[in-house]
């Protein structure tokens, strides 16, 4: 007992609680690096309502970028000359939980249903198919998850 307490003990002074001072704290947007920025804009304003904010060429980058936002939420789509799919740097990556980084970008959405339907009658590819979720922190929520024109997965949530 008195050796658990110790190690808890030693934990807590190892990682203390830190409080930041900002009253709020919220993601500003997330990047995504894509192959064709306008027609990624286009799939996200069409499946997602996102709309195109601003759009900027960065020449001596090699860069183009174009922020889109809904509801407070930004995405910031980056197309650059020499990017690649990681499809293509190993091939038969099905899973992007398997590299490490971001994986995939979750949205809590009004009508999943109504999304998903569009989806299909477009055949945007389903990794998981629209269902209840049944355990973890979203019981009370349905999801799926899709992939972008991209590749990226892109998970919807919907609180039942």
Not at 17 to 33: D, T, Y
Not at 123 to 152: A, Q
């Amino acid at each position: 007992m008195w050796h658990f307490l110790v190690h808890v003990s030693l934990l807590a002074l190892t990682f203390p609680m830190v409080v930041h001072p900002q009253e709020s704290f919220r993601v500003m947007l997330v990047a995504i690096s894509v192959k064709d920025l306008d027609s990624t804009a286009t799939w996200y304003h069409k499946y997602l309502g996102f709309n195109l904010m601003d759009k900027k060429d960065f020449p001596d980058n090699n860069v183009t970028v174009a922020i889109l936002e809904n509801n407070s939420v930004r995405i910031e789509l980056v197309q650059h000359k020499e990017s690649v799919a990681p499809s293509k740097l190993i091939p038969k990556l099905a899973n992007p939980a398997l590299i490490q980084g971001y994986g995939k970008v979750a949205y809590d959405v009004a009508d999943i249903e109504q999304i998903v339907r569009t989806m299909k009658s477009d055949s945007v590819t389903f990794v998981h198919n629209l269902r209840d979720v049944d355990r973890g922190t979203f019981v009370g929520y349905k999801s799926c998850i899709v992939l972008d024109n991209n590749g990226n997965w892109v998970q919807l949530y919907q609180k039942k």
